[in-house]
C-alpha cells in the first residue's frame, strides 16, 4: 500500500552511468544518506531488521532509496516489495507494525540494519521472525 506523501523531487544524477549507484525511482532522501548507498542493479539496499530490545534478527527486506527516506522521517518501517513493485509499511494490513528505533549502515553501504519495536509477528506466515527453520551444522568449524 502506497504511503501518502509530499511529490518525489527528481532522481540524483550519476556521471558515471552506474546502474548501482543511482535508485530506480526518484525520492526525497537526503543526497548525502544517497551518496553513501551502493545498490543494486535495481536500485535496492538489503534491510536487516532485528527486534531492538533482544537483537533477536527477525527479517530481511529491501529498501529502495525513498523507503528509506520514509523510514527515517515516519518511524515506520518501509519496504520496496520486489513482487507487487510498490511501497509497503510493514503492519499496514497485517497490524504487526514495526516502530523503527535506528538504522545503521553497513561499511560497505550495501545493506541497513533496521531495530524495531515490533508489535506482532514479523513474518507473514505468523512467526516472531522469519528465521524459524534451524538447518542442521555437520561440521565443527575446528582449525587444525
Same mark, same amino acid.
Given at each position: 500500500m502506497p504511503v501518502p506523501d509530499a511529490p518525489v523531487t =527528481? /532522481? *540524483? %544524477?550519476? *556521471? +558515471? =552511468? %552506474?546502474a548501482a %549507484? /543511482? *535508485?530506480a525511482r526518484p525520492s526525497r532522501l537526503d543526497p548525502a544518506i544517497a551518496a553513501q548507498l551502493r545498490r543494486t542493479a535495481d536500485g535496492l539496499v &538489503? !534491510? #536487516? #531488521?532485528r527486534a531492538h530490545d533482544s537483537g533477536e534478527v527477525l527479517m530481511v527486506a529491501w529498501m529502495d532509496d525513498e523507503a528509506l527516506h520514509r523510514t527515517l522521517t515516519t518511524g515506520r518501517a518501509t519496504y520496496w516489495s520486489r513482487s507487487r513493485r510498490e511501497y509497503w509499511v510493514k503492519g499496514a494490513t497485517s497490524g504487526h507494525h514495526q516502530y523503527v528505533r535506528s538504522v545503521a549502515l553497513d561499511c560497505d553501504g550495501d545493506a541497513l540494519l533496521v531495530s524495531v519495536e515490533q508489535v506482532g &509477528? !514479523?513474518?507473514h506466515t505468523g512467526h516472531r521472525t522469519c528465521?524459524?527453520?534451524?538447518?542442521? /551444522? +555437520?561440521g565443527t568449524g575446528a582449525s587444525a
Amino acid at each position: 500500500m502506497p504511503v501518502p506523501d509530499a511529490p518525489v523531487t =527528481g /532522481v *540524483p %544524477s550519476d *556521471p +558515471t =552511468g %552506474s546502474a548501482a %549507484s /543511482v *535508485p530506480a525511482r526518484p525520492s526525497r532522501l537526503d543526497p548525502a544518506i544517497a551518496a553513501q548507498l551502493r545498490r543494486t542493479a535495481d536500485g535496492l539496499v &538489503a !534491510a #536487516v #531488521v532485528r527486534a531492538h530490545d533482544s537483537g533477536e534478527v527477525l527479517m530481511v527486506a529491501w529498501m529502495d532509496d525513498e523507503a528509506l527516506h520514509r523510514t527515517l522521517t515516519t518511524g515506520r518501517a518501509t519496504y520496496w516489495s520486489r513482487s507487487r513493485r510498490e511501497y509497503w509499511v510493514k503492519g499496514a494490513t497485517s497490524g504487526h507494525h514495526q516502530y523503527v528505533r535506528s538504522v545503521a549502515l553497513d561499511c560497505d553501504g550495501d545493506a541497513l540494519l533496521v531495530s524495531v519495536e515490533q508489535v506482532g &509477528a !514479523a513474518c507473514h506466515t505468523g512467526h516472531r521472525t522469519c528465521f524459524h527453520t534451524e538447518l542442521p /551444522v +555437520t561440521g565443527t568449524g575446528a582449525s587444525a
